[in-house]
C-alpha cells in the first residue's frame, strides 16, 4: 500500500499544495524552504499532535483561525487489509473499504484532532469505537528519520525507536523459527510455571511466608504469590548493543556521525532484505528521511540513493528530504522529484520534468557556471589503477592539453557482474550529451568469459570503432602493459597474467586491488615521458584521441 496523493492546508509555512507521489519521491531545495514541514505534516497525520504541544504552533503564520488540513490518498488499500494480522481489524477495515482499492486518510484541526476520517469512494465511513486502532494496524509503518536522530537510537535497543523496532522484528522472526530457542521457552514454563516444578513450589513458600507478616499489619490480605513470567523478546534485548569494527572495535555511539547514519541506513535496507527473503511482504513500509545525504561522502550519497531506490521497488515508499545534486542528477524509473520553494513566507511544490532537472542541479550547486566544471572530453576507464596512473601523467607531461575528465567506470558500481556493463553505465548518459561523438573508452582485454559482452556493447554503439573512439590494452589487467622496469618496492613494474591471478593460502589474491592502486600511483609519479609514449602506446593513443575530439 502507498501514497498515491498528497494534500496539506495550513501547515507552518505550507499554506495549500497538493501532489501525486510515486514510488521514488525527492524533495529538493533550499535551506528554510519548508521540506521538513512537509515531512512533519504527514507526521501529523499518522502520529497527531505531540504531547505537550501548542496546535497553535503549527497552523500557518501561528494563525488560530487557519485550520489544518493533511489528507493522504493510498492505493493498494485491499492487499494492505489482507496483510493485516488481526483478525478483527482486517474485518474492519475491508467492511469499510467496500470492495475499493483507494482510500483516503486525513486528519484536521477543524474537527476532533485526535481521530482520523476514513473517506472511500468520496464519502466518509462512519465506523464503530475501536475503529482508529485497526486504521494503525492497517496503514502502513512510519518511519521518519530526522536530522535531529538520536544515534543511541542505533548503539543500543529501545522499542520505542524506529531502528529497535526493526531490529526487533527481524531477531524475533528469527528467534521463533529457532528450534533451541522454542525449547528453551518450553524449559522456562517448566521450571517456573508448572506446578509440579521445584522453583514454583519454592516460591511458593516465600510467597505464604511473606503473606503471614503482612496479614499483621493487614488482616484482610489473604494471598501473596510470587510468579516469573515467560520473558519476552524485548527484555531479552535489554542489553542488546552494536559494535563496529573500522580497525577499532567499539560501540557504534563511539563512531563519528557519518558512519553512525550510514549505519542507521544500513539497518533500515538490511530490514527490507531479510522481509523479502522471508516472505514478509505484509505491512509496507514508508521511509521518510531528512537530509539523508547528512555526513555522506557524495559517492556514499549516490550507494544510498540505490539502496533507497532498491527499498521502493516492492511494496515499500521512501521520501528524501535534500540539498544534494547527487540525489537528483540520476534517472530512476518511478521517482518524482519535488522542487520546494517558499515564496512570501510560503512553502510551493512543484513536480519537476527532465527539462527541468539541469537547472535545479545548477541552483543547488549553488548557481554558478564555474560550478558545472564542464572538461573539454571526457576518457571512461575501467577502474581505479587507470585513473591513478593517468591523471598523474598528465600532470607531469601534458598539463597544456584540453581538459579531459577520466571517469572509472567501476568506482561507484559494486553490482556489476562484468566490467563491460559497468562501462556501459558510464557511457549512455555521455552518449545522450554533446560528447557522444568524443568520448573515448578505454578498457582491458577481455576473457573469454566476457568476450561476449564486449562485443555487443561495440555492435550496439558502431559509431565508437568507426570513429576511433574505443581502445583495448593487450592483457587482461593493465598491470601486463606496464614497462620492464625493476624497483627496490615493487620489483617489475609488468606483471604477468601468473602473478596477477596467484593466489594465497585463504584463496585470496596475492596481489590485491589496493596493491594495484598503490602500484599505479607510484609508477604514475616515476615513470618517463619516453617510457609511457613507447612502452605504454594504447593508453598514449586513447588519451592523445581524446584531446583531439576534445571542444
Same mark, same amino acid.
Not at 25 to 44: D, L, S, Y
Given at each position: 500500500? +502507498?501514497?498515491?496523493?498528497?494534500?496539506?492546508?495550513?501547515?507552518?509555512?505550507?499554506?495549500?499544495?497538493?501532489?501525486?507521489?510515486?514510488?521514488?519521491?525527492?524533495?529538493?531545495?533550499?535551506?528554510?524552504?519548508?521540506?521538513?514541514?512537509?515531512?512533519?505534516?504527514?507526521?501529523?497525520?499518522?502520529?497527531?499532535?505531540?504531547?505537550?504541544?501548542?496546535?497553535?504552533?503549527?497552523?500557518?503564520?501561528?494563525?488560530?483561525? @487557519?485550520?489544518?488540513?493533511?489528507?493522504?490518498?493510498?492505493?493498494?488499500?485491499?492487499?494492505?487489509?489482507? @496483510?493485516?494480522?488481526?483478525?478483527?481489524?482486517?474485518?474492519?477495515?475491508?467492511?469499510?473499504?467496500?470492495?475499493?482499492?483507494?482510500? *483516503?486518510?486525513?486528519?484536521?484541526?477543524?474537527?476532533?484532532?485526535?481521530?482520523?476520517? /476514513?473517506?472511500?469512494?468520496? %464519502?466518509?465511513?462512519?465506523?464503530?469505537?475501536?475503529?482508529?486502532?485497526?486504521?494503525?494496524?492497517?496503514?502502513?509503518?512510519?518511519?521518519?528519520?530526522?536530522? +535531529?536522530?538520536?544515534?543511541?537510537?542505533?548503539?543500543?535497543?529501545?522499542?520505542?525507536?524506529?531502528?529497535?523496532?526493526?531490529?526487533?522484528?527481524?531477531?524475533?522472526?528469527?528467534?521463533?523459527?529457532?528450534?533451541?530457542?522454542?525449547? /528453551?521457552?518450553?524449559?522456562?514454563?517448566?521450571?517456573?510455571?508448572?506446578?509440579?516444578?521445584?522453583?514454583?513450589?519454592?516460591?511458593?513458600?516465600?510467597?505464604?511466608?511473606?503473606?503471614?507478616?503482612?496479614? +499483621?499489619?493487614?488482616?484482610?490480605?489473604?494471598?501473596?504469590?510470587?510468579?516469573?513470567?515467560?520473558?519476552?523478546?524485548? &527484555?531479552?534485548?535489554?542489553?542488546?548493543?552494536?559494535?563496529?569494527?573500522?580497525?577499532?572495535?567499539?560501540?557504534?555511539?563511539?563512531?563519528?556521525?557519518?558512519?553512525?547514519?550510514?549505519?542507521?541506513?544500513?539497518?533500515?535496507?538490511?530490514?527490507?532484505?531479510?522481509?523479502?527473503?522471508?516472505?514478509?511482504?505484509?505491512?509496507?513500509?514508508? /521511509?521518510?528521511?531528512?537530509?539523508?545525504?547528512?555526513?555522506?561522502?557524495?559517492?556514499?550519497?549516490?550507494?544510498? %540513493? &540505490?539502496?533507497?531506490?532498491?527499498?521502493?521497488?516492492? !511494496?515499500?515508499?521512501?521520501?528524501?528530504?535534500?540539498?544534494?545534486?547527487?540525489?537528483?542528477?540520476?534517472?530512476?524509473?518511478?521517482?518524482?522529484?519535488?522542487?520546494?520553494?517558499?515564496?512570501?513566507?510560503?512553502?510551493?511544490?512543484?513536480?519537476?520534468?527532465?527539462?527541468?532537472?539541469?537547472?535545479?542541479?545548477?541552483?543547488?550547486?549553488?548557481?554558478?557556471?564555474?560550478?558545472?566544471?564542464?572538461?573539454?572530453?571526457?576518457?571512461?576507464?575501467?577502474?581505479?589503477?587507470?585513473?591513478?596512473?593517468?591523471?598523474?601523467?598528465?600532470?607531469?607531461?601534458?598539463?597544456?592539453?584540453? !581538459?579531459?575528465?577520466?571517469?572509472?567506470?567501476?568506482?561507484?558500481?559494486?553490482?556489476v557482474t562484468r566490467t563491460i556493463n559497468s562501462i556501459e553505465k558510464a557511457y549512455i548518459p555521455?552518449?545522450?550529451?554533446?560528447?557522444?561523438?568524443?568520448? *573515448?573508452?578505454?578498457? &582491458?582485454?577481455?576473457? +573469454?568469459?566476457?568476450?561476449?559482452?564486449?562485443?555487443?556493447?561495440?555492435?550496439?554503439? %558502431?559509431?565508437?570503432?568507426?570513429?576511433?573512439q574505443f581502445f583495448q590494452l593487450i592483457g587482461r589487467d593493465l598491470e601486463q602493459s606496464y614497462? @620492464?622496469?625493476?624497483?627496490?618496492?615493487?620489483?617489475?613494474?609488468? %606483471?604477468?597474467?601468473?602473478?596477477?591471478?596467484?593466489?594465497?593460502?585463504?584463496g585470496k589474491k596475492i596481489i590485491t586491488g589496493d596493491k594495484k592502486k598503490k602500484l599505479a600511483?607510484?609508477?604514475?609519479? @616515476?615513470?618517463?615521458?619516453?617510457? /609511457?609514449? !613507447?612502452?605504454?602506446?594504447?593508453?598514449?593513443?586513447?588519451?592523445?584521441?581524446?584531446?583531439?575530439?576534445?571542444?
Open positions: 500500500m +502507498k501514497i498515491t496523493r498528497i494534500k496539506i492546508e495550513n501547515f507552518r509555512s505550507i499554506k495549500k499544495t497538493e501532489f501525486y507521489t510515486s514510488d521514488f519521491n525527492i524533495a529538493v531545495g533550499q535551506n528554510n524552504c519548508g521540506k521538513t514541514n512537509f515531512f512533519e505534516a504527514v507526521q501529523f497525520l499518522f502520529n497527531g499532535v505531540a504531547r505537550g504541544q501548542n496546535i497553535t504552533e503549527l497552523k500557518h503564520k501561528r494563525q488560530t483561525e @487557519n485550520e489544518i488540513l493533511v489528507e493522504l490518498e493510498f492505493s493498494g488499500a485491499q492487499q494492505g487489509a489482507k @496483510n493485516m494480522l488481526n483478525q478483527a481489524n482486517k474485518t474492519k477495515i475491508l467492511n469499510a473499504l467496500n470492495k475499493n482499492d483507494t482510500v *483516503v486518510i486525513s486528519r484536521s484541526t477543524s474537527e476532533d484532532v485526535k481521530k482520523r476520517k /476514513f473517506i472511500v469512494d468520496g %464519502k466518509e465511513e462512519n465506523p464503530k469505537t475501536g475503529f482508529d486502532k485497526a486504521l494503525n494496524d492497517f496503514l502502513p509503518k512510519f518511519e521518519y528519520i530526522t536530522t +535531529k536522530q538520536y544515534y543511541d537510537a542505533v548503539a543500543k535497543y529501545s522499542k520505542t525507536t524506529p531502528m529497535g523496532i526493526m531490529l526487533s522484528g527481524v531477531l524475533s522472526a528469527i528467534l521463533q523459527e529457532n528450534v533451541q530457542y522454542r525449547e /528453551f521457552q518450553t524449559k522456562f514454563r517448566e521450571l517456573f510455571e508448572d506446578d509440579n516444578s521445584e522453583i514454583k513450589t519454592e516460591f511458593d513458600n516465600v510467597g505464604n511466608n511473606v503473606q503471614i507478616y503482612l496479614e +499483621k499489619q493487614f488482616p484482610d490480605c489473604t494471598k501473596v504469590k510470587f510468579e516469573v513470567t515467560a520473558p519476552v523478546f524485548d &527484555d531479552l534485548l535489554k542489553n542488546f548493543e552494536t559494535t563496529i569494527n573500522d580497525g577499532v572495535e567499539t560501540s557504534a555511539e563511539e563512531k563519528g556521525d557519518g558512519m553512525q547514519r550510514a549505519l542507521m541506513l544500513a539497518i533500515i535496507q538490511a530490514y527490507a532484505d531479510f522481509r523479502k527473503s522471508n516472505d514478509d511482504l505484509g505491512k509496507s513500509f514508508l /521511509f521518510f528521511i531528512d537530509e539523508a545525504e547528512l555526513h555522506l561522502h557524495p559517492t556514499a550519497q549516490r550507494k544510498l %540513493k &540505490d539502496v533507497l531506490y532498491t527499498l521502493s521497488n516492492e !511494496n515499500d515508499q521512501v521520501f528524501i528530504n535534500t540539498h544534494s545534486s547527487v540525489f537528483v542528477a540520476d534517472n530512476f524509473e518511478n521517482q518524482s522529484i519535488l522542487k520546494v520553494e517558499k515564496l512570501e513566507g510560503q512553502t510551493e511544490f512543484e513536480l519537476t520534468t527532465n527539462l527541468d532537472k539541469p537547472y535545479v542541479v545548477f541552483e543547488l550547486l549553488g548557481g554558478s557556471p564555474s560550478d558545472l566544471l564542464l572538461p573539454k572530453n571526457f576518457l571512461i576507464v575501467e577502474g581505479q589503477s587507470e585513473f591513478e596512473l593517468l591523471t598523474r601523467v598528465i600532470k607531469r607531461f601534458y598539463p597544456n592539453k584540453p !581538459n579531459i575528465q577520466i571517469i572509472k567506470a567501476n568506482g561507484d558500481v559494486n553490482q555521455l552518449n545522450a550529451s554533446i560528447y557522444r561523438e568524443r568520448t *573515448v573508452i578505454l578498457i &582491458d582485454e577481455p576473457s +573469454k568469459q566476457t568476450a561476449g559482452g564486449v562485443n555487443q556493447f561495440l555492435q550496439n554503439n %558502431k559509431s565508437l570503432n568507426r570513429n576511433r614497462p @620492464n622496469q625493476v624497483c627496490p618496492i615493487y620489483g617489475n613494474w609488468k %606483471k604477468t597474467q601468473e602473478e596477477l591471478d596467484k593466489e594465497n593460502q585463504n600511483k607510484h609508477i604514475g609519479l @616515476n615513470i618517463t615521458q619516453k617510457q /609511457f609514449e !613507447n612502452d605504454m602506446q594504447i593508453c598514449f593513443q586513447a588519451l592523445e584521441r581524446t584531446w583531439e575530439l576534445a571542444y
